[in-house]
């Protein structure tokens, strides 16, 4: 994969909604919110054909948890990457509190583009 053409999606997946956020693999490259969606899957459908036209490798990373599994099975079964991340191994700053389900996204794809993640 050439680095240029990768992008990283930070998913926050919650009940209601799911929050993303994308990087793209080069160092100068800004963290976007690409905003909220709900949790049916033609809706993450629309968001990933969107994605589709900007590049074209996307890895996606979400916190493995019973909300994020038939997101990882409906992206798996149509090819794309998937990574569960453990809550625990997701760094966070000491005394940081009230994370906003945006601002989790956009930690999970800048943290998987700098490559200090592994999938559970």
Same mark, same amino acid.
Do not use: N, W, Y
């Given at each position: 994969?050439?680095?240029? +053409?990768?992008?990283?999606?930070?998913?926050?997946?919650?009940?209601?909604?799911?929050?993303?956020?994308?990087?793209?693999?080069?160092?100068?490259?800004?963290?976007? +919110?690409?905003?909220?969606?709900?949790?049916?899957?033609?809706?993450?459908?629309?968001?990933?054909?969107?994605?589709?036209?900007?590049?074209?490798?996307?890895?996606?990373?979400y916190a493995a948890g019973p909300g994020g599994s038939w997101l990882s099975r409906d992206l798996t079964t149509k090819g794309h990457v998937c990574w569960g991340i453990a809550p625990a191994l997701l760094p966070q700053k000491p005394g940081e509190r009230g994370n906003t389900t945006r601002r989790e996204a956009l930690t999970r794809a800048r943290v998987m583009r700098s490559g200090d993640l592994t999938p559970v």
């Open positions: 994969m050439h680095p240029s +053409s990768t992008l990283s999606v930070g998913l926050d997946v919650h009940t209601a909604s799911i929050a993303v956020a994308s990087v793209a693999k080069a160092h100068h490259a800004e963290v976007v +919110s690409l905003g909220t969606l709900g949790t049916r899957p033609c809706e993450s459908d629309q968001r990933i054909r969107q994605l589709q036209s900007t590049r074209a490798h996307r890895l996606f990373v």
